[in-house]
């Protein structure tokens, strides 16, 4: 099965929101992403709206041809969000729970699932819900941690996120030699975590900190089904363009 990509493109809006005006439109950067062969494209709709905003989650779930991925956090707040996008549109098609702090630069550290496991229960089973025919995937953005791997399990997530800022950094520290010892106790992890994940019969994905040097030891992990990818991308966009800066992403996926 191919690794499929998904593209974060928080960062566009990240742009536009600077002057507070209409310009780069995260719609279009969806759209230069799809043509060049994103197959999921992902947003975080965070609660204090410093990027993203609600009515591009309203217009990518309208008009977006890949499938949408919705991150946020598991408040009641976008809950109602997702549940009412799903009413009137086709997506999201997938949310991504994760955990969430306003003074945080960016996702740090996965989701605890084991430390709220009835919340959590219950906030999937309230997106699961959503819709009609396909369903909404939902999946838990958790460190490589057989205890919240079980935790997402029992909580009836479809697929877990594997944070992989701890490999990112690993692999720097290595400088891409993956018989440095840390890097490959750290890819050993990922691997066990993500057997773990599949035995249990959930999907496996990957994500943080992930670029064009470290992603391949990742794209390669058996039964890898997605990776979500931002800042790596849309930095490389700056010089090449998104569509040419996906491509190349996906060619080093696809080996
Ligand atoms: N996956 C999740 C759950 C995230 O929160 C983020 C960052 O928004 C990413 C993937 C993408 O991380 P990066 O921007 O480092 O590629």
């Given at each position: ?11 566009v809006a990240t742009v536009r929101q600077a002057r507070r005006g209409d ?9 230069e992403a799809q043509l060049a062969g994103a197959e999921i494209i992902t ?213």
């Amino acid at each position: 099965m191919p690794v499929l990509l998904g593209v974060n493109i928080d960062h566009v809006a990240t742009v536009r929101q600077a002057r507070r005006g209409d310009e780069p439109d995260p719609l279009y950067a969806a759209f230069e992403a799809q043509l060049a062969g994103a197959e999921i494209i992902t947003v975080h709709l965070r609660e204090d709206r410093r990027h993203i905003q609600d009515h591009d989650v309203q217009r990518l779930a309208a008009h977006c041809q890949a499938r949408l991925n919705l991150e946020m956090g598991a408040t009641d707040e976008m809950v109602g969000i997702a549940l009412s996008l799903r009413r009137a549109y086709a997506g999201p098609q997938m949310v991504t729970l994760v955990p969430e702090k306003r003074q945080e630069l960016t996702t740090e550290g996965g989701l605890d699932v084991r430390g709220q496991a009835a919340r959590m229960k219950d906030v999937v089973a309230r997106l699961k819900a959503a819709g009609t025919g396909a369903g909404m995937t939902v999946s838990a953005f958790i460190e490589a941690d057989p205890a919240q791997i079980e935790a997402s399990h029992a909580a009836g997530f479809d697929a877990c996120e594997f944070h992989t800022g701890p490999y990112a950094a690993a692999f720097a520290k290595a400088g891409g030699d993956l018989n440095f010892a840390a890097l490959k106790a750290e890819l050993a992890r990922l691997h066990d975590a993500g057997h773990r994940c599949r035995a249990l019969g959930m999907r496996l994905h990957a994500g943080h900190a992930l670029n064009y040097l470290n992603v391949r030891p990742i794209a390669q992990m058996p039964g890898m089904a997605e990776l979500h990818i931002g800042h790596a991308i849309i930095s490389r966009a700056i010089f090449v363009g998104l569509r040419a800066a996906t491509i190349e992403m996906k060619r080093l996926i696809e080996g």
